[in-house]
């Protein structure tokens, strides 16, 4: 008796400790969370922390502060477009781009004009334009007696949103916007020492072609240090863009890369795809110049861009603003063309109002965050994520469209050799004075965590995200 009384008493004791530990599961380190952000120093009024885990409609909160405040959130405002991009182009969706004509053809000669229709592929790169010329020689044609046209009416011809900063830069995340647009719109500049000292360095850009035309003032001197600066300068005598590469290079220094971006990315498409033709041996007589193509042209040459998931990837992984702003005008053809960068914020937010979000926690008037316009609530933002989590149709395609903590994108630097690496993918966000995160932490038992971290004040963003950092790991692990 006093044996099976002993056993009663043990089993009462684990099953009453069981269910205690199963009451305190739904708050995993709650405490620990609030002791780490009081000892971050960050205040807690200038936060905005949403934070569940759970499965469909059983979510319960594991932490949340200011989570209804509306903040500005830079570039986690990307996760509201990806999701409406997602929604309006299903996975597996692709963007055309094509070569057409209503000239004639005779004796491998095309008698007419060549005309390159943009179909608004954020993705449009080397390997496509390659692919596209490829097909066109498959027509036996060696000479164009015409111009290039290209046509990148499909979008209207505001180059820049409004949101933007208000000052251009030369730098390739300013990218422009266009329908018909070639390797992000921006050139590759590479540097390396010359054969001797006092000799001018080796510039080449790439891709090399007559829209671009290179003013080299640099020398090479002694050592491995570098200063070299490059600049673009748009020259309207000749109607495409002078890039200027001056500064010293050493003679043991590595090669240097730049980045810029151009300014007419319609002519820049034109002029690439003439060098491209002119590598397979094929002339053209013509001028490069904007236009309009007819449905009545024969169509020569077609090429698909990659998934759309893959273009949401490309948006996602590096927060590349191009990117969500041509997806987000591919929207507003939905709505009639020219598609606009407006009619495409307006299927944004209307996605997003379809989603239940509170209309006094969201204001989105930009698709990449590069604005101070912008506005959600840190359960606003959870809203969109949550959502992606739960619906299996865009599911997978989103989660791998993030960057993965440790190991790439905007988060390969971040959580590193830690427990938190592998097991976050989240977005990030920056602008001056604000830092957001937002997405997935997983652990090693099945539970996910879905949160949502915006910062908005004047503390050191780097303690910032290190507090992010911190809360992620202390859930992972």
């Known amino acids: 008796m006093r044996s099976l009384l002993f056993i009663f008493m043990w089993l009462l004791t684990v099953s009453t400790s069981f269910s205690q530990e199963k009451a305190i599961g739904f708050e995993p380190g709650k405490s620990e969370i ?16 949403y934070i569940t885990t759970g499965e469909g409609e059983k979510q319960d909160t594991i932490y949340e502060l200011n989570s209804k405040n509306k903040m500005i959130p830079a570039s986690i405002s990307k996760i509201a477009t990806a999701s409406a991009i997602l929604e309006y182009f299903p996975p597996g969706y692709k963007y055309k781009t094509k070569l057409l004509s209503d000239g004639s053809i005779n004796e491998k000669i095309l008698k007419g004009d060549l005309y390159l229709k943009g179909g608004g592929d954020p993705g449009f790169v080397s390997e496509n334009m390659w692919f596209l010329v490829n097909m066109f020689l498959r027509n036996e044609i060696t000479k164009v007696e015409g111009d290039i046209v290209v046509d990148d009416t499909l979008f209207d011809q505001n180059r820049y949103d409004s949101s933007r900063q208000p ?3 030369d730098r390739a995340y300013d990218a422009p916007v266009g329908a018909m647009s070639f390797n992000w719109n921006a050139v590759n500049i590479f540097v390396r020492p010359g054969e001797k000292l006092g000799a001018q360095s080796k510039v080449f ?9 290179l003013i080299n003032n640099t020398k090479t001197v002694a050592g491995s240090e570098s200063s070299i600066v490059a ?34 990315p319609d002519i820049w498409a034109g002029y690439n795809l003439k060098s491209f033709l002119a590598q397979r041996g094929i002339r053209v007589s013509g001028k490069v110049r904007a236009g309009v193509s007819s449905e009545k042209m024969a169509l020569l040459a077609e090429v698909e861009s990659k998934s759309i998931e893959m273009a949401v990837a490309d948006m996602n992984k590096f ?36 989603l239940g979000l509170p209309d006094d926690q969201f204001y989105m008037q930009n698709p990449s965050g590069l604005t101070r316009d912008n506005r959600m609530s840190a359960f606003a933002v959870w809203k969109v994520i949550s959502h992606l989590k739960n619906d299996f149709q865009v599911q997978p395609e989103f989660l791998s469209s993030l960057p993965i903590a440790g190991i790439d994108g905007t988060l390969k630097k971040r959580m590193k050799n830690t427990p938190g690496e592998r097991w976050v993918r989240a977005k990030t966000g920056f602008l001056t004075n604000v830092v957001s995160l937002a997405g997935y932490a ?9 949160f949502t971290f915006i910062f908005n004040g004047s503390k050191d963003e780097g ?15």
């Open 34 to 49: 609030a002791k780490i952000v009081k000892k971050s120093g960050v205040p807690e009024s200038d936060l905005g922390i």
């Open 319 to 354: 927060s590349n603003n191009y990117v969500a702003e041509m997806l987000t005008k591919n929207l507003g053809t939905l709505k009639g063309t020219p598609g606009s960068l407006a009619s495409g914020m307006q299927m944004v937010n209307v996605h997003l109002k379809e």
């Open 205 to 213: 850009l790439d891709p090399e072609n007559e829209y671009v035309r």
């Open 231 to 264: 600049s673009r300068v748009e020259d309207k005598s000749f109607g495409g863009d002078v890039i200027h590469v001056s500064g010293k290079i050493g003679k043991e220094a590595k090669e240097i890369v730049i980045f810029k971006n151009i300014t007419k």
């Open 442 to 450: 997983g652990r090693s038992d099945g539970r996910v965590f879905t």
């Open 463 to 477: 303690r910032v995200r290190n507090l992010f950092d911190q809360i992620l790991i202390n859930l992972v692990k």
């Open 167 to 169: 000052e251009r830069v």
